[in-house]
Structure formats: C-alpha cells, structure tokens
C-alpha cells in the first residue's frame, strides 16, 4: 500500500485542525466579526444595493449621483476639495430589488442581515455539494472550514464588501444540483435568475446550449426575461436605459465598471460609484 502521509495519525489530525481554528479565531475572528456591521462612515460595496433600493422606495432615481445618496442617507457631505471617486451604482436594476427588503434597515444593520443570509446561502451551497458528491462531513470538518474561510482573502473581502457572489453561488450550485437530478426547467429558472441579478452567471448557458439541453436554455431565458420585466414594471424602462447608459461611452464602446474598494474612514471622502475605463485602454 502507498504511504499516504494526509492519512497518518488521522486521530491527532482532528485535533491539530480545532487548535489551529482556535487560534485562527482568536488572530482575524474579532476583525471578521466586526466587519460584518460597518460604521455609518464606513461604505462598502452594499451600500450601492441599499442606497439605490431606498432610491426606489422614496421616488428618487435608482442611479442618482452617490454623492447626492450619501449625503441623504449617511449625513456625510464631501468637502469642495473631494473628488468622487465612484459617481453611480454598477448593480444591475433586478439586483437592486434583492435589498429592497433591507432598505427600512439603517446602512449598518442592513448590511449585517445581508451578510447572514450570505453566510446561509454559503452553508447550503457546501452542503448540496457535498450532498451530490456523498461527502461524509460531521462536526470535525467544522475546524478545517473555519480556518481556512478566515484566512481566505477574497471570502473576507465578500463578507466586508456586502457583495452578491455567494448568492450567486447558491444559485449557480443550485443550478447544477437540478440539472445532476434530472429537473432542467428548475435549473434553468434559477440560472436565468442568477443572470438577471448579475450578467456574467449567462455564460454558463453555452455549457448547456453545447451539450443541446435545450429545456435548461429555454427555461433560464424564460426566467430571465420575467425578471426583467418585473424590475421594469416596479421601476420603469427608464432604469434600465440609465444602466445602459452607464455601461458604455457616448460613442456606444464598451466599458469596464471597476467598484471602488475598502471602508472609508469619516476623514476620507465617502465616495460611492464606478470609475469608468475605456476597454480600448485596457
């Protein structure tokens, strides 16, 4: 037999991984914590979500100049000498009604909520996994996740953003769950609507359209469009020419929408949008 050094002194093993968690908990666990719930000066990534969702509950436009939103909601006013580094939200108008549920919340406890749900959707995309592929778990592979999330630099970066990727991935893992248990309409349901909240999740319907299940490509297309024409009908055509507008140039050329990153301390200008860079310079 081969020797198979992850298999040696497996016992022990068990308890290596709960006292490197522990002491992981103990180094990023407070930060990570913290994060969660961001000060009112500090913006993150969901702010552009909540902003835009009270945007449609009190009449405003849904991408309003975020100067104008983080004034109103924040009570934070830029100085004449700060520049607005992000002008307008990059969400796309079907994601924006995802926290319309949240927009009653202040800006810090939304986004605490949000990122429960968040962490939910990541426990249910590792079980339905781990289901599929008859994957023994039990409470030891509590401490092995555990310390590797809290080391994870772009998991901790989802948490202190507020962003949308493990809904995304809730939705993409479900997609492939109903697609493995023989139920195409279902599967493309929930990957037209992963396409609806963020565009990219569509280029996993050439994977389908290549192997002709076509069930799946018709039934995320249908997905898809009652969506769109549910976020149209709550806040109108307009919103979506808005979006347009803002995902190219005068001239029609296609542009990269890259989100400014990072809290931002009440000293720093509580900047909100995009910055918009020609893809002929990229």
Same mark, same amino acid.
């Given at each position: 037999?081969?020797?198979? *050094?992850?298999?040696?002194? *497996? ?36 702010? +552009?979500? #909540? ?13 309003? @100049?975020? &100067? ?12 004449? @000498? ?8 990059? +969400? ?22 949000? @990122? ?5 959707? /990541? ?6 996994? =781990?289901? +599929?592929?008859?994957? &023994? ?7 092995? /996740?555990?310390? /590797? ?6 998991f901790r970066q989802q948490m202190s953003h507020g962003q949308l990727n493990l809904v995304l991935l809730a939705?993409?893992?479900?997609? #492939? ?20 909240? &963020?565009?990219? *999740?569509?280029?996993?319907f050439l994977y389908f359209l290549l192997r002709g299940q076509w069930k799946v490509v018709v039934a995320g ?46 000293? =720093? ?14």
């Amino acid at each position: 037999m081969p020797w198979d *050094p992850l298999n040696a002194w *497996p016992a022990g093993r068990r308890w290596l991984w709960a006292a490197l968690a522990a002491l992981i908990c103990i180094v990023n666990g407070p930060q990570f914590v913290q994060s969660l719930r961001p000060r009112s000066d500090q913006w993150a990534d969901f702010f +552009q979500l #909540w902003a835009s969702a009270r945007n449609v509950l009190s009449g405003f436009p849904v991408y309003e @100049n975020h &100067k104008s939103m983080v004034e109103r909601y924040l009570g934070y006013q830029p100085g004449p @000498n700060e520049r607005m580094v992000i002008q307008h939200s990059s +969400q796309t108008p079907t994601a924006v009604l995802l926290a319309l549920p949240f927009a009653g919340l202040s800006y810090p406890h939304a986004t605490l909520v949000w @990122n429960f749900l968040s962490l939910t959707a /990541l426990a249910g995309s590792l079980w339905l996994v =781990a289901d +599929q592929l008859r994957i &023994k778990l039990s409470i030891w592979s509590v401490f092995p /996740l555990l310390a /590797l999330l809290l080391i994870c630099h772009p998991f901790r970066q989802q948490m202190s953003h507020g962003q949308l990727n493990l809904v995304l991935l809730a939705l993409v893992t479900g997609t #492939w769950v109903l697609d493995r248990s023989g139920r195409p309409y279902w599967a493309g349901a929930l990957l037209g609507a992963a396409t609806a909240i &963020k565009l990219f *999740p569509g280029f996993f319907f050439l994977y389908f359209l290549l192997r002709g299940q076509w069930k799946v490509v018709v039934a995320g297309v249908a997905a898809f469009a009652t969506l769109i024409a549910l976020t149209v009908a709550l806040v109108g055509l307009h919103t979506y020419r808005n979006y347009a507008g803002l995902c190219s140039d005068r001239d029609g050329n296609a542009i990269v929408v890259a989100d400014h990153l990072g809290p931002l301390p009440r000293s =720093a200008p509580v900047a909100a949008g995009i910055r918009l860079v020609n893809t002929s310079t990229v």
